[in-house]
Every structure is written in structure tokens, then in C-alpha cells.
């Protein structure tokens, strides 16, 4: 009897969330038609283009209206309830009501599970292509991913350190480069070159056309030009330079292995930390959703559509800034990266559980 009761409360959940996850993605697909659809006609590409673009980033806004979607189908769930006198039916029975709310709370813990499986295959390499479409087919910015620095500077090393006039990632080369070797906190020896180019066989700098420093306490330093050295710096050059940090284009996976490369050269990494605690309590929106819902619902004791869709969008893209104002503040050090990532599912869950004592229901 208990399966069968709650299969069919679960059951009330799925078209909803289909019905609503549909009309939001539409609205969002349609918001970017009129943003980026100038650029489209400016620049003479098909309408093939246009749908090829339009489809690589349906995955990304999936992936964001999903908690969204889940308030509408807890409020449109047991809302009908309530108007059909399931609800009193189902106390009148024996059932408390946070008992009756446990399928939709499942049903909410499902979306999140399929909210991460989305986020960490599909969707962020098909945003990638959504952005080399817009980017490099329309607006011809080849260096869009930022992989090309002018007056770079990192640790290549303990005691190892390099500066370059111009870092060319895509090329593996850069270009006025000085390398700076100290031992025991003193400089000991010093290259200056015209360029270095990594040697993918030998895993290996090589630099070129330049003059090496070498310095022995107070003796006079040797000097040394030559036209190629194989330096010790073993560093590639991925893990020296890093493209552009595209947020809605990395998995977390993929941001963790940033973060060791950040490691590796010495540079700060607040936005990529705050960024991977941001991603893995993403999916947590769902259930904090499904948890405002509920506690709307049991306290307005209405059915009304109009005002469930309304609610639905108004509290959805709400909780969507508080997302990104916490991410923000993250970023800024004004809060740890994991508050800056559990804050916003954290507080909207109790806020929600202070409304459902307020309606008895638990």
C-alpha cells in the first residue's frame, strides 16, 4: 500500500517538471536568439550555424533551469493534491505529512543526480562549441580562449623562475625570456634569451639565441652566449599558462586539474576553489526547491497555476542571484569557497524548513 501511494504522489512530479523545464529552456534559447541574432545576420552565416549554436548551448540551460523546474512540479504536485482533498484524505489515513512529501523529495534528489550527470559530460563541452561558433566562426577572435599573454611571470620550479615578454600557448614559444636560478636564496645563474620553444621529445625548454650568467660568490660572473641551450625546465607548457577560465565550459573534474596546474606555478586560485564548490552544490538546488515548494504550498493552501508558475519563476530566478552574488563574494575572498558554494542551497533549505514547522507539516 505504501509503494503504491507514494509511486503515484512521484508519479505527479514528472510532468510538471517536463512541462516547466521545456517552457524555461525556451525562454532562455529565446533570450539568447534575440542577443546574439544580430551578429548572426552581420555576418552572412546560415541558418544551420544559428541552429548548431542554439543546440550546443540547450545542455548548458538544462542544467541551470533543472532547480527551477523542480519548484514547479513540487508546486503543481501538491497543489493538486490539495484541491483534490488527497492531501486531508491522505492525513485522515494515518500518514503524517512529511511522509507524503518524501516522494517528491526523491523525485527532487533524481533531477539533482541527472542535473550532475548533464553538468559534468554533455554540457560544458558542448557550451565550448557554442562559444568557438559565436566567437571564432562570427566575431573571427582566434585568441578567444586567451591562450597568447604579454609580460607573463611564473615559478617553473623550486628556486625556479621565468618571466616573458609574450607567452604563446597555442605555439608552445615565448618570446624575451629570462630565466632565474637560485640556490639557497641567491641568484646563480641568470638566461637571458630571444625565445624558448618547448621540445615535446626531449620534455624540455629550449632556449634560443641568448647569453647565460653564471655567479660564484664574489668571483666575477662568467658570461656565455649561445645560439641553443636545452634548459632543465621541464615544465609543459599547459601547466605553465592557462586559456581563459570558461565557467559553464568546465566539468569539475576539469576545474580540480586546473587547480594542480595553478599549484604548479605559483598562482592564485581563489575563483578556480570557489568555482569547483559552486559546481558540486549545484545539483543540492533541487532539493532545496523542492523543500520551498512544499513549505509555499502547505502555507498559502492554494492551487492557483498562474500563481504557482509565478512563484515558480520569481523564487527560482531569485535563488539564480543569490547563486551568483555568493559566487561572486567567493571570488572577492569576502566568503570561503565552500560557503560561497553550500550558502545559497543551505539557507534556502532551512528557510524552508522554518516555513514547514509553521505549517505543522514536520
Do not use: H
Amino acid at each position: 500500500m505504501n509503494k503504491i501511494f507514494y509511486r503515484y504522489i512521484a508519479r505527479s512530479f514528472w510532468a510538471p517538471f517536463g512541462f516547466g523545464l521545456a517552457v524555461f529552456c525556451l525562454l532562455l534559447i529565446f533570450g539568447s536568439l534575440f542577443d546574439n541574432l544580430n551578429f548572426f545576420m552581420k555576418s552572412g552565416a546560415g541558418p544551420g550555424l544559428f541552429a548548431r549554436y542554439i543546440l550546443y548551448q540547450t545542455p548548458y540551460f538544462m542544467v541551470k533551469m533543472m532547480p527551477i523546474a523542480t519548484l514547479l512540479a513540487v508546486l503543481s504536485a501538491l497543489g493538486g493534491m490539495i484541491s483534490r482533498g488527497e492531501w486531508k484524505a491522505g492525513l485522515a489515513g494515518g500518514w503524517r505529512p512529511f511522509d507524503m512529501l518524501k516522494p517528491l523529495l526523491a523525485c527532487a534528489a533524481l533531477t539533482g543526480a541527472g542535473q550532475l550527470l548533464l553538468q559534468e559530460t554533455v554540457a560544458p563541452d558542448f557550451y565550448l562549441r557554442s562559444e568557438y561558433i559565436f566567437e571564432n566562426k562570427l566575431r573571427e577572435r582566434d585568441d578567444w580562449r586567451q591562450v597568447i599573454k604579454k609580460d607573463v611571470s611564473f615559478s617553473a620550479g623550486d628556486e625556479v623562475f621565468v618571466t616573458a615578454r609574450i607567452f604563446d600557448g597555442r605555439r608552445q614559444l615565448m618570446e624575451g625570456v629570462i630565466l632565474n636560478i637560485y640556490k639557497e636564496g641567491r641568484l646563480f645563474t641568470e638566461v637571458n634569451a630571444a625565445r624558448a620553444r618547448w621540445r615535446k621529445d626531449a620534455g624540455r625548454w629550449v632556449f634560443s639565441d641568448g647569453v647565460s650568467i653564471k655567479y660564484a660568490g664574489e668571483a666575477a660572473p662568467i658570461m656565455k652566449n649561445f645560439d641553443a641551450w636545452e634548459s632543465g625546465v621541464s615544465v609543459p607548457p599547459e601547466d605553465l599558462i592557462l586559456e581563459k577560465l570558461v565557467p559553464e565550459g568546465v566539468s569539475s573534474l576539469e576545474v580540480l586539474r586546473r587547480l594542480r596546474r595553478l599549484r604548479v606555478v605559483g598562482s592564485p586560485s581563489t575563483a578556480e576553489n570557489t568555482l569547483l564548490w559552486v559546481k558540486l552544490a549545484a545539483p543540492l538546488a533541487n532539493p532545496a526547491m523542492a523543500l520551498i515548494g512544499a513549505a509555499m504550498v502547505l502555507m498559502l493552501r492554494t492551487n492557483n497555476r498562474i500563481l504557482g508558475f509565478g512563484l515558480a519563476v520569481g523564487v527560482g530566478f531569485f535563488f539564480w542571484a543569490v547563486i551568483i552574488m555568493t559566487q561572486e563574494a567567493g571570488k572577492a575572498e569576502l566568503l570561503p569557497p565552500f560557503a560561497a558554494g553550500l550558502a545559497p542551497s543551505a539557507v534556502f533549505a532551512l528557510a524552508s524548513l522554518w516555513g514547514l514547522r509553521r505549517a505543522r507539516a514536520i
